[in-house]
């Protein structure tokens, strides 16, 4: 890398580019905690997610049994909802319930109490997308493969990369506001897995979810892409690399919505169809005179006389 120094042209070394890129540019009150110094771990976590979910996984469970996870995914859907309240909690009234504004907020970099604690909950809400990596894994040991899709593995890869350079680069500010929503988001969406995992039956609100989740997007678009056309100390970059993925996020999503519901809304109203109810990390039971389909995964039990296909 090329650097002017006066009238002198001083070329970096690949190492004094690195240490420049993650160190001297890095928030120096983050850089000590855990996978935030270097990048090389997490993006070692995140290769190693990809090929288990994709390739060892499936390959290590071809000949075995699905195991039964229904109480460890109780308890881990139980912790993220109750972390996910944390979250929302604590942003709102740290941040956006009477300091920050919508419009332009600037990142706080002094080490003063509130800063600090600011910079924790985005350091947290990292993690938290760090630990929703272990969804997946639930799927493969349940050899629910099909639930691996391109949306699922690339949403579950592509936060921990966002929040880990929040963390790093701008520990606070205008880029919190995604943790307020999308912990909202989540907490509605973890409550609805522990009711379908309880076996409550007809859970109408799924579609509803990813509804919300669709909302979050537009709003997270509108929150950086304003940014653009005004003069706001905060890091423009930040738009450039987070509005494009929020629009393929908003396109995956819209996608996924119109296959999943609106062709099962389209079916709803021709005779002989039947809604039955609803399980979820997620299953949904549907019927046309006595057919049951399986249309996604997470409750073990029955519906009257007629069995649930097993969560594994």
Same mark, same amino acid.
């Given at each position: 890398?090329?650097?002017?120094?006066?009238?002198?042209?001083?070329?970096?070394?690949?190492?004094?580019?690195?240490?420049?890129?993650?160190?001297? *540019?890095?928030?120096?009150?983050?850089?000590?905690?855990?996978?935030?110094?270097?990048?090389?771990?997490?993006?070692?976590?995140?290769?190693?997610?990809?090929?288990?979910?994709?390739?060892?996984?499936?390959?290590?469970?071809?000949?075995?049994?699905?195991?039964?996870?229904?109480?460890?995914?109780?308890?881990?859907?139980?912790?993220?909802?109750?972390?996910?309240?944390?979250?929302?909690?604590?942003?709102?009234?740290?941040?956006?319930?009477?300091?920050?504004?919508?419009?332009?907020?600037?990142?706080?970099?002094?080490?003063?109490?509130?800063? *600090?604690?600011?910079?924790?909950?985005?350091?947290?809400?990292?993690?938290?997308?760090?630990?929703?990596?272990?969804?997946?894994?639930?799927?493969?040991?349940?050899?629910?493969?099909?639930?691996?899709?391109?949306?699922?593995?690339?949403?579950?890869?592509?936060?921990?990369?966002?929040?880990?350079?929040?963390?790093?680069?701008?520990?606070?500010?205008?880029?919190?506001?995604?943790?307020?929503?999308?912990?909202?988001?989540?907490?509605?969406?973890?409550?609805?897995?522990?009711?379908?995992?309880?076996?409550?039956?007809?859970?109408?609100?799924?579609?509803?979810?990813?509804?919300?989740?669709?909302?979050?997007? *537009?709003?997270?678009?509108?929150?950086?892409?304003?940014?653009?056309?005004?003069?706001?100390?905060?890091?423009?970059?930040?738009? *450039?690399?987070?509005?494009?993925?929020?629009?393929?996020?908003?396109?995956? !999503?819209?996608?996924?919505?119109?296959?999943?519901?609106?062709?099962?809304?389209?079916?709803?109203?021709?005779?002989?169809?039947?809604?039955?109810?609803?399980?979820?990390?997620?299953?949904?039971?549907?019927?046309?005179?006595?057919?049951?389909?399986?249309?996604?995964?997470? !409750?073990?039990?029955?519906?009257?006389?007629?069995?649930?296909?097993?969560?594994?």
């Amino acid at each position: 890398m090329e650097t002017n120094t006066g009238n002198n042209t001083k070329w970096m070394s690949i190492g004094e580019f690195y240490h420049f890129i993650f160190t001297e *540019l890095a928030d120096p009150r983050t850089s000590s905690y855990f996978l935030i110094a270097d990048p090389l771990p997490g993006l070692g976590i995140l290769a190693f997610y990809l090929y288990f979910v994709n390739s060892l996984g499936p390959r290590f469970m071809k000949n075995r049994e699905p195991f039964n996870l229904q109480t460890t995914i109780y308890v881990y859907n139980t912790l993220q909802a109750s972390l996910s309240f944390f979250m929302f909690v604590e942003i709102l009234s740290a941040m956006w319930w009477n300091r920050y504004s919508f419009r332009c907020e600037p990142v706080d970099y002094s080490t003063s109490p509130h800063a *600090l604690r600011v910079a924790r909950m985005v350091y947290i809400f990292f993690i938290a997308k760090m630990t929703e990596l272990i969804e997946t894994v639930f799927f493969v040991l349940r050899k629910k493969q099909k639930q691996v899709t391109f949306l699922h593995c690339y949403h579950h890869a592509v936060m921990p990369m966002v929040t880990w350079g929040a963390t790093k680069y701008f520990a606070g500010g205008h880029g919190t506001f995604i943790g307020l929503i999308n912990s909202f988001v989540h907490i509605i969406m973890y409550l609805y897995y522990l009711q379908a995992g309880m076996g409550y039956r007809n859970l109408w609100w799924k579609k509803y979810i990813t509804m919300m989740q669709l909302g979050q997007f *537009l709003l997270f678009f509108v929150h950086f892409a304003q940014l653009w056309f005004i003069e706001c100390d905060f890091p423009k970059w930040t738009a *450039l690399l987070i509005t494009p993925q929020v629009l393929f996020f908003i396109y995956l !999503f819209s996608k996924f919505y119109m296959k999943s519901y609106k062709k099962n809304d389209e079916k709803d109203n021709l005779p002989g169809y039947q809604t039955e109810g609803i399980r979820e990390n997620g299953e949904s039971i549907r019927k046309r005179n006595v057919a049951l389909t399986q249309r996604s995964n997470v !409750f073990d039990g029955q519906i009257g006389d007629r069995k649930v296909i097993k969560n594994g």
